[in-house]
Structure formats: structure tokens, C-alpha cells
């Protein structure tokens, strides 16, 4: 039997998928979810709206699209099957469809950024889905 004595570690990650019809500013996000600034989770609401902000990717170059008008390939599909359901992916092919702009991003409980609301959302299972934004962060999607 092998014992280790030094530094352990145990990292969480998640990924997630984000859209928003309107353009990604704070106003819009907490329309959208429909929250104001009097509410009273406001700050951790900002916390997760910096977060997102700050760890998305356009999933068209995730997916390294040839271009605008491209779907998704068999293989594109392939590769979000490894973090999301099929009901996600569904979904995020609606949404390029219409043109929205999809994003897909790592919440890592390493960050430096935002360490406890990023920690938070690796534990935790949240999916937003209205007909103005979409926010899957939960482990195999919706």
C-alpha cells in the first residue's frame, strides 16, 4: 500500500453554457433574471455575473466554427456530450439557430478572481432558462 505525505489536492470544476438575448451588461443580466439593484442578494447576484463575465468563451470559437452560419457537426456535438446533456446541446443549437450569441465557460474553485462565488457554482446545480437568457451550470445540463 502506497500512502502519500505530501500536498493533497481536490479541485472542482464545472462548465457552463450562457446566452442572453440582449447584450451582456449587468442592467440587462439582472433584467433578465429578474432581480433590481435594491435586491438583497445583490452582491452575490454581481459576484455571479462577474464570474460568468469573466470566464466565457464565443462557443463558436470554442468549436472553432469556419464561420458565422456554420451549426453544429456531429463532432462539434461530440464534444460538448462530454459536459452537457442532450437537452443542453439541444438547446444550444436553437439558440445559434436564431443567431444568439452562446457561450460556454469553467467556473474553477481555484480561481484568484472570484474564489468563493466560483466555488459555490462548482458545487452547486443552476439552470436559468427563459426566452431571454439561458444560464445551464448544472453537471449534464437540463
Same mark, same amino acid.
Given at each position: 500500500?502506497?500512502?502519500?505525505?505530501?500536498?493533497?489536492?481536490?479541485?472542482?470544476?464545472?462548465?457552463?453554457?450562457?446566452? %442572453?438575448?440582449?447584450? *451582456?451588461?449587468?442592467?440587462?443580466?439582472? $433584467?433578465? =433574471?429578474?432581480?433590481? /439593484?435594491?435586491? @438583497?442578494?445583490?452582491?452575490?447576484?454581481?459576484?455571479?455575473?462577474?464570474?460568468?463575465?469573466?470566464?466565457?468563451?464565443?462557443?463558436?470559437?470554442?468549436?472553432?466554427?469556419?464561420?458565422?452560419?456554420?451549426?453544429?457537426?456531429?463532432? %462539434?456535438?461530440?464534444? *460538448?456530450?462530454?459536459?452537457?446533456?442532450? $437537452?443542453? =446541446?439541444?438547446?444550444? /443549437?436553437?439558440? @445559434?439557430?436564431?443567431?444568439?450569441?452562446?457561450?460556454?465557460?469553467?467556473?474553477?474553485?481555484?480561481?484568484?478572481?472570484?474564489?468563493?462565488?466560483?466555488?459555490?457554482?462548482?458545487?452547486?446545480?443552476?439552470?436559468?432558462?427563459?426566452?431571454?437568457?439561458?444560464?445551464?451550470?448544472?453537471?449534464?445540463?437540463?
Amino acid at each position: 500500500m502506497k500512502i502519500r505525505q505530501d500536498f493533497v489536492t481536490n479541485s472542482s470544476s464545472t462548465s457552463f453554457i450562457f446566452s %442572453m438575448k440582449k447584450d *451582456l451588461t449587468l442592467d440587462n443580466f439582472l $433584467k433578465a =433574471i429578474n432581480q433590481n /439593484k435594491n435586491s @438583497l442578494l445583490i452582491k452575490i447576484i454581481i459576484d455571479i455575473f462577474r464570474a460568468i463575465e469573466s470566464n466565457i468563451e464565443d462557443i463558436r470559437e470554442y468549436l472553432e466554427f469556419s464561420n458565422d452560419n456554420e451549426t453544429l457537426t456531429d463532432e %462539434m456535438e461530440h464534444r *460538448l456530450s462530454y459536459n452537457f446533456g442532450a $437537452k443542453t =446541446i439541444k438547446k444550444v /443549437k436553437e439558440l @445559434l439557430a436564431e443567431n444568439r450569441e452562446v457561450y460556454i465557460g469553467f467556473f474553477s474553485d481555484e480561481s484568484f478572481d472570484n474564489p468563493s462565488i466560483e466555488s459555490y457554482l462548482c458545487c452547486t446545480s443552476i439552470i436559468i432558462s427563459t426566452d431571454d437568457i439561458l444560464f445551464d451550470a448544472s453537471p449534464t445540463g437540463y
